[in-house]
């Protein structure tokens, strides 16, 4: 039990450390590495919310956004393919199978060029709405982890539901609808959480295709405290850091049990 307190404290230490140095003045942030601020300063709150022409609760709604659709776009689209991998019969099932796991090999860095001379040629960067290459691609299908993971948990159904759902006459589709769906739902709220909390705290793609400060979300803002001659708003960059976390852990804890199914009966069945 000890072990397991200390372990804890200190994989929670920089979260704590992080929410104390909010409260600090500038120069005791430099001086003072301790929990606890010497010097109590909340307006660092308050300043860093204003830091910018933009309010700061632009850069959360645009963050909520482009995570809601996202959660959307993965949740619905993977769904599509991965029941199309564990139940239906098409050619080359198994050869395009073994090329989608492949992507898994493959860095996003590399991936980061091509798809944006890409999108360019498509016209969606730089358009009246920069989060189209953000979201279309979740639209289809592109996160071979979520559509491998929703395999594995269809794999694990019995098939024996399936052919009970033909006998009463149902369809591709209808076995879709009234069997595979209702049951995917641990999968489905694994592929909503991870989804959330990846597309939150991603940073180089909303970099690459965001320009206008309006439309920054809040990975991209928080670069904004340190300007290019090198001065720092380090305390309402931390007050901001602390904000900035609050959604992802109400959203972990609220789905936590879920999420704690899912990852279980995906990796053992199958």
């Known amino acids: 039990m000890l072990v397991l307190i200390a372990i804890l404290g200190i994989v929670l230490y920089p979260l704590a450390w992080m929410v104390g140095t909010s409260f600090k003045s500038q120069p005791e942030i430099a001086s003072n590495t301790g929990l606890f601020p010497q010097e109590f300063t909340p307006s660092n709150y308050p300043d860093g919310w204003n830091h910018f022409d933009v309010s700061f609760a632009r850069f959360f709604l645009n963050s909520t956004m482009v995570a809601l659709l996202t959660v959307i776009g993965n949740a619905a689209s993977c769904l599509v393919a991965a029941y199309a991998f564990a139940r239906l019969r098409f050619p080359l099932r198994g050869f395009w199978f073994a090329i989608m796991i492949g992507t898994l090999l493959l860095p996003q860095h590399v991936l980061t060029v091509p798809q944006y001379i890409l999108f360019k040629q498509f016209g969606w960067v730089g358009g009246d709405w920069p989060y189209v290459p953000l979201l279309v691609p979740q639209f289809l299908a592109t996160e071979a982890f979520f559509v491998f993971l929703m395999v594995q948990f ?94 992802v852990f109400l959203f972990f804890v609220a789905f936590q049990r879920m999420l704690v199914e899912g990852i279980n009966t995906s990796g053992i069945k199958g």
């Open 154 to 247: 269809m794999r694990g159904i019995p098939r024996e539901l399936d052919e009970a759902a033909k006998i009463d006459g149902a369809n591709a589709f209808g076995i879709f609808r009234y069997v595979i769906l209702p049951l995917s739902r641990p999968a489905l709220v694994t592929t909503a959480i991870f989804s959330f909390i990846w597309t939150w705290n991603e940073f180089f793609r909303q970099l690459v295709y965001l320009s206008d400060l309006k439309d920054y979300t809040l990975p991209v803002a928080m670069t904004l405290f340190i300007d290019s001659s090198g001065q720092s708003s380090i305390g309402p960059m931390f007050a901001m850091s602390v904000l900035s976390l609050l959604p």
